[in-house]
């Protein structure tokens, strides 16, 4: 019914930048707030940055400063663009989005299949 590609991710250099984008396709009504996750191994999934429909934005406190969260509504896309990059940012990212399903009633959550960054000292 809807799926949630995301790209971007790969290796880098402390301070370097990635740009990761994340795109939702399928039988999608609309598409509401969205947001990008992340997961080291040995800890929980935690919130990296999210934005809503209507454009305003949260980010975690590790990450504010440095990370830009964005979306185009026109293609159901969301992006983050990651800058000052840090070994303690490896982690793999995975996009979410809520989103209502053409024919179908309620708000549900869909997660990307995840995408590894990798910063090296």
């Known amino acids: 019914q809807v799926q949630l590609v995301e790209s971007g991710g790969g290796l880098v250099q402390a301070g370097g930048s990635l740009r990761l984008s994340c795109a939702a396709s399928?039988?999608?009504?609309?598409?509401?707030?969205m947001g990008w996750y992340r997961q080291a191994p040995g800890k929980q999934r935690e919130s990296v940055a999210t934005?809503?429909?209507?454009?305003?934005?949260n980010y975690a406190d590790s990450v504010k400063g440095r990370f830009t969260i964005s979306r185009d509504n026109a293609k159901n896309t969301v992006y983050l663009q990651m800058n000052s990059l840090k070994p303690e940012d490896t982690a793999v990212y995975y996009c979410n989005a809520q989103i209502r399903i053409r024919g179908t009633a309620g708000l549900y959550d869909y997660w990307g299949q995840g995408t590894q960054v990798t910063v090296s000292s």
């Open positions: 399928g039988s999608i009504f609309s598409v509401n707030a």
């Open positions: 934005i809503t429909s209507g454009g305003s934005t």
